[in-house]
């Protein structure tokens, strides 16, 4: 069955990260439409006025335009956060929200509330010193112990742009109950040492709306196992028709 399916690209990225996992969608006969979010097409942009509220309404405007209904919401990392408020805000046109690696959205607090407080003070301050924008990490960072070639990680930095550092600050909110979703969550195992995941993830669990699932690969599965990921997010879909 043919699905729609919305693609959140995480930080620093724009919708060319999800092109091979688009290209095999498509080829399975889904329609697919990959956003890139405010602030992140070009790294000379003013961002002063991009939050978090901006990126939801980035993929919001996406699904009123294209008039989608039953959407699947897939959200990256950082984008997590963006997709469950999507989802929450537009429940009449998101069938599932799919979180890659997400970050979950909490009412009230921020993607950097998920850091400890040293850490997150750290990051604040890399973003005032880098004209507001979250800076790339290096690539050393980016490939290790994440199943990516030398080539590909250096694929993704030379194509990294500087995040907008207001949506990692600027609070999530939420109108209901995030385990009242109908959500799933891909963890990909190569993060993940020993298996463990953060609490509010592991949480989610118990949620009879959610389930879980497993890639064998690193935090960049659309880039490193982006096979995988498409059958993967097509089975999901399949569980939501």
């Known amino acids: 069955m043919k699905n729609d399916f919305v693609l959140i690209p995480g930080p620093w990225m724009g919708a060319w990260a999800w092109a091979p996992v688009t290209r095999r969608l ?21 961002v002063s006025a991009v939050g978090l509220a901006t990126h939801v309404e980035d993929v919001l405007m996406v699904l009123a335009k294209e008039d989608l209904r039953d959407a699947i919401v897939v959200g990256h990392s950082y984008s997590g956060i963006v997709a469950g408020q999507v989802a929450d805000r537009a429940p009449d046109r998101v069938a599932r929200t799919v979180f890659v690696e997400g970050f979950l959205p909490h009412d009230g607090k921020s993607m950097l509330h998920a850091f400890p407080e ?20 290096d690539v050393t960072i980016v490939a290790e112990g994440q199943d990516l070639s030398t080539e590909q ?89």
């Open 153 to 241: 990680a250096q694929w993704l930095v030379d194509r990294f742009v500087g995040h907008p550092g207001h949506t990692l600050s600027e609070p999530a909110v939420l109108r209901r109950p995030l385990a009242h979703q109908r959500a799933s969550y891909i963890v990909c195992e190569k993060e993940h040492f020993g298996g463990s995941v953060s609490a509010d993830v592991a949480a989610m669990r118990a949620e009879p709306n959610w389930t879980f699932h497993t890639l064998d690969t690193g935090h960049w599965p659309m880039i490193s196992a982006p096979d995988r990921l498409a059958s993967l997010l097509t089975a999901i879909a399949a569980q939501s028709n």
């Open 26 to 46: 498509r080829a399975l006969g889904h329609s697919v439409r990959a956003v890139t979010l405010s602030g992140l097409a070009s790294p000379d942009a003013d």
């Open 118 to 137: 040293r850490q997150r003070a750290g990051e604040l301050q890399l973003i005032a010193e880098n004209r507001g924008r979250w800076p790339i990490p």
